[in-house]
């Protein structure tokens, strides 16, 4: 089949040929929407050093509110110090079981000393 094409002015005469009906597309597979709250939480990236519950500050260990074994939450107070004549709770870094601890009451600490250990 011969087709007249003008294209800015200039005339064109080209040959068209006319294809056969194309296949009807095949389905796509069906799709499933997944809702992020069926998924299981990522695992989290925690590294070793993360497990530690370090002294902030030079003190007086008043209490040790923990044992091995126990199970504690992030921030849960784990070692209350003093210093200054003013008494700071020691939260836990994160949550997980307490692995050991290195500290006992009227124990001095200096600033970053390691108090427990979490697993």
Excluded: H, W
């Excluded at 006319?18 to 597979?29: H, M, N, Q, R, T």
């Excluded at 079981?97 to 001095?108: E, F, H, I, L, R």
Aim: hydrophobic letters at 40%; one cysteine or more.
């Amino acid at each position: 089949m011969k087709l007249r094409i003008t294209l800015e002015g200039q005339s064109y005469e080209v040959d068209v040929e006319v294809l056969p009906e194309a296949p009807p597309p095949e389905e796509e597979p069906e799709t499933y929407a997944i809702d992020e709250a069926d998924l299981p939480p990522p695992p989290p990236d925690i590294r070793p050093e993360e497990r530690i519950c370090r002294s902030p500050i030079a003190g007086l260990v008043i209490a040790v509110n923990v044992v091995p074994g126990q199970e504690v939450r992030k921030d849960d107070p784990l070692v209350v110090l003093e210093a200054m004549k003013m008494q700071v709770p020691i939260g836990a870094p994160l949550d997980g079981a307490v692995k050991d601890v290195q500290v006992a009451p009227g124990d001095a600490v200096l600033p970053g000393q390691v108090l427990c250990s979490l697993q």
